[in-house]
Each structure stands twice: as C-alpha cells, then as structure tokens.
C-alpha cells in the first residue's frame, strides 16, 4: 500500500513562516542573551571571589 504524504500551500506556507521565525528571530536572540548570560556570570565571579591569579 502506497501512503500518501502530499501537503498543501497553506502547510508549507505555515513551516515557511516558523523557519524564518526560528533563524531571524529565536535562535539569535537565545545565541545573544547565552553570551550575555555567561559573561554576566564570569563578571559576577570576578566580583566576589577575585581575579584568577597566577601560578
């Protein structure tokens, strides 16, 4: 038995939409706000417990 997978405009319209959703916006603003969000925690560890010295 053949099984058919045919979509429609309004389908592929619809995975359009979400992929540009997801490399314009999504991923951009999560790759951002993770830098951020690391260096934030590097700058607070620095604050509290001092630059790393050398050996």
Do not use: C, D, R
Not at 22 to 34: D, E, G, K, W, Y
């Amino acid at each position: 038995m053949k099984q058919q997978t045919s979509s429609t405009g309004a389908e592929k319209k619809g995975e359009w939409k979400l992929f540009l959703f997801l490399t314009v916006f999504l991923f951009p603003i999560l790759a951002t706000v993770s830098v951020f969000g690391y260096g934030f925690i590097m700058w607070m560890s620095n604050i509290l417990f001092g630059l790393p010295g050398h050996s």
